[in-house]
């Protein structure tokens, strides 16, 4: 059984900065791309970023230059620096795993609760 756990979420004033992170555990035998999606109100879910297991980061456009995507292998967790957030990136952040249980020789993308990020003043 696999599981990805989410934290870090909650109300920010505009300008403001969070920092969501997100672990893998459970039954696995490798782990490749770790990363982001989030979902606003009445929204469809988009890409935030991702990281594969060598660390190259990619980002949606209007991301850039604002969040940061890192990940620390020996944990199986990846994070999501969010800085000069905005009303805009309100929405539920969800992480996602691309990886191969054990015992499997199949690559399974898992995913996170979702964490609720709220930028109001």
């Known amino acids: 059984q696999v599981q990805l756990v989410e934290s870090g979420g909650g109300l920010v004033q505009p300008g403001g900065s969070l920092r969501l992170s997100c672990a893998a555990s459970?039954?696995?035998?490798?782990?490749?791309?770790m990363g982001w999606y989030r979902q606003a109100p009445g929204k469809q879910r988009e890409l935030v970023a991702g990281i594969t297991s060598d660390g190259s980061p990619s980002y949606a456009d209007s991301m850039k230059g604002r969040f940061t995507i890192a990940r620390d292998n020996a944990k199986n967790t990846v994070y999501l620096q969010m800085n000069n957030l905005k009303p805009e990136d309100t929405a539920v952040y969800y992480c996602?795993?691309?990886?191969?249980?054990?015992?499997?020789?199949?690559?399974?993308?898992?995913w996170g609760q979702g964490t609720q990020v709220t930028v109001s003043s």
């Open positions: 996602y795993a691309s990886l191969v249980p054990l015992g499997t020789m199949s690559q399974v993308t898992y």
């Open positions: 459970g039954s696995i035998f490798r782990v490749y791309v």
